[in-house]
């Protein structure tokens, strides 16, 4: 494996914090919902178990080594904004779902107790993979509701609330405004061959 810091771009003295947020963004810029029917998913998908292996090295070596946050309050601390990340389950369960191995993911994930925000995040995860939307928005609601400061589970609501948008007023108004010009269409000839 690469340098775990070298992959998140951070330095070996960056504080917890900062390699959360070097973490973050790059889920952000490598989530496979960025790459769907996009020729650089397998790219995509690459780099991300990347990031997610470095993030999970490095949290590992500082938590076996007794390393102490850097950051005020000790942010990275579980329940308090990300700490959840350093959950060995959770990790597994976020590679499992890069993989798209969504059967298995959701058996660890079920196996394990649904207290945090990253479970509910992550069984969102699952849920819209397999394109179950209202599971994965009441999950996604619920992740966001317990760690409202945490950008990936915003981004997941909000991606949501766009595709709802999306489906009310992209698929089902064309749908509609189809046949009504299709229904006038016939009247008219109609009434022209009458």
Same mark, same amino acid.
């Given at each position: 494996?690469?340098?775990?810091?070298?992959? *998140?771009?951070?330095?070996?003295? /960056?504080?917890?914090? @900062? &390699?959360?947020? %070097? $973490?973050?963004?790059? =889920? !952000?810029?490598?989530?496979?919902?960025?790459?769907?029917?996009?020729? *650089?998913?397998?790219?995509?998908? /690459?780099?991300?178990? @990347? &990031?997610?292996? %470095? $993030?999970?090295?490095? =949290? !590992?070596?500082?938590?076996?080594?007794?390393?102490?946050?850097?950051?005020?309050?000790?942010?990275?601390? /579980?329940?308090?904004?990300?700490?959840?990340?350093?959950?060995?389950?959770?990790?597994?369960?976020?590679?499992?779902?890069?993989?798209?191995?969504?059967?298995?993911?959701?058996?660890?994930?079920?196996?394990?107790?649904?207290?945090?925000?990253?479970?509910?995040?992550?069984?969102?995860?699952?849920?819209?993979?397999?394109?179950?939307?209202?599971?994965?928005?009441?999950?996604?609601?619920?992740?966001?509701?317990?760690?409202?400061?945490?950008?990936?589970?915003?981004?997941?609501?909000?991606?949501?609330?766009?595709?709802?948008?999306?489906?009310?007023?992209?698929?089902?108004?064309?749908?509609?405004?189809?046949?009504?010009?299709?229904?006038?269409?016939?009247?008219?000839?109609?009434?022209?061959?009458?």
């Amino acid at each position: 494996m690469n340098d775990p810091y070298a992959v *998140l771009g951070v330095s070996p003295s /960056a504080s917890d914090d @900062e &390699v959360k947020r %070097a $973490y973050r963004e790059l =889920v !952000k810029k490598y989530h496979p919902d960025n790459y769907a029917n996009n020729p *650089l998913a397998d790219l995509a998908e /690459a780099k991300m178990k @990347e &990031v997610n292996e %470095a $993030y999970d090295a490095i =949290v !590992k070596s500082r938590t076996q080594g007794g390393y102490q946050s850097q950051s005020a309050g000790g942010g990275g601390r /579980a329940g308090q904004g990300g700490g959840q990340y350093r959950s060995p389950t959770l990790l597994q369960v976020r590679q499992l779902i890069a993989q798209n191995n969504l059967a298995e993911a959701e058996r660890i994930l079920r196996s394990s107790p649904a207290n945090s925000a990253e479970w509910y995040y992550l069984m969102g995860s699952i849920a819209y993979r397999r394109g179950w939307m209202d599971d994965a928005r009441q999950n996604f609601w619920t992740a966001c509701n317990m760690d409202p400061t945490n950008m990936e589970y915003r981004q997941a609501v909000n991606a949501m609330g766009m595709q709802a948008q999306r489906g009310a007023y992209g698929g089902g108004d064309d749908i509609a405004n189809l046949c009504t010009t299709l229904c006038c269409l016939n009247c008219l000839c109609n009434s022209c061959s009458g």
